[in-house]
């Protein structure tokens, strides 16, 4: 299958960090990408998609100057959470998707961020 | 508004014992439906896409089946290495955005 690689895996950092999420699609050309938060034993609620070239779609609620995304190319999207809070400690998955009908979209491994 | 509604939240089986998840959906038109694997600490590996009513998909022990208003995921003789989070997700006509359900979290005891 597809090969989302999504790096770091976990992050420690102290209050007022900013921390940048890497996620790259290796072996196809990602139209979407998209940004996903999950909360221990739930599901995952999507932040924002991001199209290649163009700014990214943000969901209701999601601060978009408190998390950035930027998706320069077709296989490289950045979430860069600005200023980090313990409130935003969390697990964050990447996706990348081609805009087809029935294409799955395909996740990487997460980053655990935690702030102390 | 699309929604996904997962039943049961947990589930724990024996080694051998089949059973059914079931994923309930309401959409404005189907784009596709899809089925996920999570493993603790890890993104969701994906399993099947479903589109039309009546269609079915296999893989190993794991068979889905799509009918207009939800899906099943049946574990048919499962191992311990079948336990994690399954998770149903529904893509709508307008752009690829997926919506999820909560999950169920399948643990096979050997």
């Known amino acids: 299958g597809a090969v989302v690689s999504q790096h770091p895996s976990r992050v420690i950092c102290k209050s007022g960090t900013s921390v940048k999420i890497e996620c790259r699609s290796l072996d196809f050309q990602a139209t979407t990408m998209f940004w996903y938060r999950q909360f221990p034993k739930q599901s995952l609620m999507l932040m924002a998609t991001s199209n290649e070239g163009s700014k990214a779609t943000y969901e209701q609620g999601v601060e978009k100057d408190k998390f950035l995304i930027n998706h320069a190319s077709l296989t490289l999207s950045t979430l860069t959470v600005t200023s980090a809070h313990p409130e935003d400690s969390s697990f964050y998955i990447c996706?990348?998707?081609?805009?087809?009908?029935?294409?799955?979209?395909?996740f990487g491994d997460g980053t655990r961020l935690s702030i102390l | 508004e699309d929604q996904v509604t997962q039943s049961p939240e947990a589930l724990r089986l024996q080694e051998g014992e089949s059973s059914s998840l079931n994923c309930s959906y309401t959409v404005s038109g189907l784009r596709g439906l899809f089925w996920y694997r999570q493993d603790p600490g890890k993104g969701p590996e994906f399993l099947f896409t479903l589109y039309s009513a009546g269609e079915e998909k296999e893989k190993e022990r794991l068979k889905a089946t799509l009918t207009k208003k939800e899906s099943f995921l049946h574990i048919t003789a499962p191992k311990p290495e079948d336990s994690a989070t399954y998770l149903c997700?529904?893509?709508?006509?307008?752009?690829?955005?997926?919506?999820f359900g909560g999950g169920t979290r399948v643990l096979v005891k050997p």
């Open positions: 997700a529904v893509q709508a006509p307008a752009g690829n955005k997926l919506t």
């Open positions: 996706s990348a998707g081609r805009d087809r009908r029935n294409q799955p979209q395909h």
